[in-house]
């Protein structure tokens, strides 16, 4: 069977570990300083379920609160992944901008996301708990998972369930 192609964008505030969640999950390795300023797209092949996936991630330089959503990330996606760390509040705030743009922008209800608390190595500097993670994504119905990119920490998990979240949604790109 062939595999199922996903493309899968990773977006959020800057410095809140989106290129480092990507790296370690493909190339299992913690890289301390990563060019903040590139967008790459990595690739990885992945079984899940008993299904083949080629996973595309599309690695983003990060939005703020005046970023206009870039319209090339409203099509061609079967699914976003929202991070912020535990330790900044400003980049819970930037995620649930960029949830609010991204629906305007995709035009369908339901789009598959997961919600994604980088950082929990961090404890002593936790800004926001793991309660308040959990509620953003129930008001979203989106899943949420709380990782460190740093100890390896439910990295994995997260990209399964952002593959469990586009099967829940059977895969389609979103229609305009
Ligand atoms: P991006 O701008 O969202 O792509 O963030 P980066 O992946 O470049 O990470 C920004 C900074 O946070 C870098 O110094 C990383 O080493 C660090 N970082 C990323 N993930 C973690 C983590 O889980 N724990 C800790 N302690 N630092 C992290
Ligand atoms: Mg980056």
Redesign the pocket.
């Known amino acids: 069977m062939p595999s199922k192609q996903r493309k899968i964008a ?1 977006m ?12 370690q999950f493909v190339e299992g390795q ?7 300023t590139i967008e790459n797209t990595f690739t990885k092949f992945i079984r899940l379920n008993s299904t083949e996936y080629e996973v595309k991630l599309v ?1 983003t ?2 939005q703020d609160e005046y970023s206009i959503f870039p319209l090339q990330y409203s099509m061609d996606f079967h699914g976003y992944v929202l ?1 912020y ?1 535990i330790t900044s509040s400003k980049s819970f705030q930037i995620v649930q901008i960029i949830y609010d743009k991204l629906l305007d922008m995709v035009g369908k209800i339901h789009v598959p996301i997961v919600l994604v608390g ?5 404890h002593l500097e936790r800004k926001i708990s793991t309660e308040e993670g959990k509620r953003l994504a129930e008001k979203w119905k989106a899943a949420f998972v709380e ?5 390896n ?1 439910s990295v994995t998990d997260m990209f399964h369930a952002i593959l469990s979240e586009i099967e829940r949604s059977d895969g389609h790109m979103p229609e305009k």
């Open positions: 990773m959020g505030y800057r410095s809140v570990g989106k290129s480092s969640l990507i790296i913690f890289v301390d300083s990563y060019d903040p690695d330089a990060g991070v760390s980088n950082k929990t190595d961090l990782t460190s990119a740093k100890r920490e």
